[in-house]
């Protein structure tokens, strides 16, 4: 009979740290491959924000002209101030100057600068869209769990086929509706802005004036939002609800509803999470039409005054933030996708 060597203890760990290599190598691959394509996307948005608000109809000199009495010296003074009359190479070469410093240079209309406008309006933006997100992803996974665990129940029926008529309305259409018949006919709440001309002294006071200000306009994104999400955890857990651990899960005992809870929820889980991130920057960005219709003092209202304008340094920098906010949130989508799931890890 023949002996047999067992290996040793550095020979095994020296078998696991080369399967440990290439694991990290895949990583680093990966990650790096990742920013490399958010970097790219983002100096591609840095040059399309200068090229395609040239080419935008109107003249913002002549904008402002209208507005008050100008002759044409003073004219070609402001295009001289805003730089207008320069070569277009080198209004890029300043634009870019401004990009990389974060300054974005002066706003046409507010005659101050396009980040300290932007800093300013940031916050209502993300108050704003930030509850929406929360109270969207609540309603839409809790939804969606109950709908796919009563497949083809009245239930599931009913709350499908009414997430799918929101999701198909236009978010100017939905919002004008709620605007007319809860602030006007009904005069429920406010019909826009951010706070009341006399807004409450006390803190809590002027939190739930906030508050107030709040509800149809968050009312009108998450109607529109919501069922994405619902969708997505609906046709996920439909797929979980056939695999065998849940089959083997029951067969110890467990009550349904732990089933569902402990262990086919957190699996369906996993597209849905990335999908919170890849829309929460698309959520911000599409700010723009529900910020305009109720008045409200964010980014969104922001760029759809900068239009009207034109004021070019004002759109440019509002672009490149919303666009920015985008490829981050997807960037975090990738980055979280990887941790959550195994099968990329190893790929």
Do not use: C
């Not at 933006?125 to 497949?151: E, F, M, P, S, Y």
């Not at 069922?227 to 439909?238: D, G």
């Not at 949130?329 to 799931?341: G, T």
């Amino acid at each position: 009979m023949s002996n047999v060597v067992p290996p040793s203890t550095s020979a095994i760990a020296t078998e696991a740290n080369a399967e440990e290599r290439p694991r990290d190598l895949s990583a680093i691959r990966y990650y790096l491959t990742k920013l490399g394509g958010a970097a790219l996307s983002l100096a591609m948005v840095i040059v399309l924000g200068f090229f395609a608000f040239k080419i935008l109809p109107g003249d913002p000199v002549a904008s402002i002209a209208r507005q008050r009495q100008m002759t044409s010296e003073q004219m070609d003074l402001l295009r001289e101030q805003f730089g207008l009359n320069k070569p277009l190479w080198q209004q890029f070469i300043d634009y870019l100057g401004n990009v990389f410093t974060l300054n974005f240079g002066e706003s046409y209309v507010y005659k101050t600068s396009v980040a300290s406008l932007i800093s300013q309006y940031f916050w209502p933006t993300i108050l704003l869209t930030g509850t929406a997100a929360i109270l969207a992803i609540a309603l839409g996974l809790w939804l969606g769990q109950k709908a796919a665990w009563r497949h083809g129940s009245g239930f599931d029926k009913m709350v499908s086929s009414t997430s799918l008529v929101f999701w198909s309305v236009p978010t100017f259409w939905l919002g004008l509706i709620l605007l007319m018949v809860f602030g006007g006919t009904l005069q429920w709440f406010p019909t826009g802005g951010m706070r009341s001309p006399n807004p409450p002294s006390d803190p809590l006071g002027a939190a739930a004036d906030i508050a107030s200000h709040m509800v149809l306009p968050v009312i009108t994104m998450v109607a529109v939002v919501y069922a994405q999400y619902l969708m997505v955890m609906r046709s996920s857990l439909i797929e979980e609800m056939s695999a065998d651990y849940l089959t083997t899960a029951r067969a110890k005992g467990l009550r349904d509803d732990l089933v569902r809870r402990r262990h086919a929820v957190p699996n369906a889980l996993l597209p849905t999470v990335t999908l919170i991130f890849m829309h929460l920057g698309g959520l911000i960005a599409g700010a723009v039409t529900v910020e305009t219709i109720f008045s409200w003092p964010g980014l969104g209202k922001l760029t759809y005054e900068a239009i009207s304008g034109p004021d070019l340094p004002l759109l440019q920098g509002t672009f490149v933030v919303f666009s920015a906010i985008i490829i981050v949130m997807n960037l975090i989508a990738d980055l979280i996708y990887r941790q959550l799931d195994p099968r990329v890890r190893r790929a």
